[in-house]
């Protein structure tokens, strides 16, 4: 898993934010031959690592939420609690700790939690825009070679 969740997540390498989010692209679309090249590029094990980061940063700030006053209740304990439950099934999980399974768990989330609208390739290009904006930020020497 990530880094500890409790803590701000460090920002990802841009080419591993894009590499992550070619893959969710890629199987959103039902592109399997491109999911399998960027899987076979990057390595099964490193993209899946990316996915898991990928999901930390989505899932977490979605779910961490405390908004009763400014306090915690009962429900962002809760809600927490789910956020970091999808990210043990993603690291450990028997059918959703494989790339494929990561990956389409990323785009259910998107599209059942974070559209309003049904656009979720706009979602995910926002995600990943948000992503590669922090890791070019964290990361400036990127900025000439992404």
Avoid: W
């Avoid at 491109?34 to 989505?58: F, K």
Wanted: charged share 20%; with cysteine.
């Amino acid at each position: 898993m990530p880094e500890t969740i409790t803590m701000p997540l460090a920002p990802m390498e841009p080419n591993d934010v894009a590499d992550a989010f070619a893959y969710i692209r890629a199987r959103f679309v039902g592109d399997i031959d491109t999911a399998g090249a960027i899987a076979d590029d990057v390595g099964p094990e490193q993209l899946h690592q990316l996915l898991v980061d990928v999901a930390a940063r989505v899932f977490i700030p979605v779910t961490a939420v405390d908004d009763h006053d400014g306090e915690p209740c009962a429900h962002s304990f809760l809600a927490a609690a789910l956020g970091r439950l999808l990210l043990e099934l993603l690291c450990h999980g028997v059918c959703l700790g494989g790339l494929p399974g990561a990956a389409d768990t990323i785009t259910r989330f998107t599209e059942n939690i974070l559209t309003e609208d049904g656009d979720v390739a706009g979602v995910l290009r926002q995600l990943e825009a948000a992503g590669m904006k922090q890791a070019m930020d964290a990361h400036p020497a990127h900025r000439t070679t992404v």
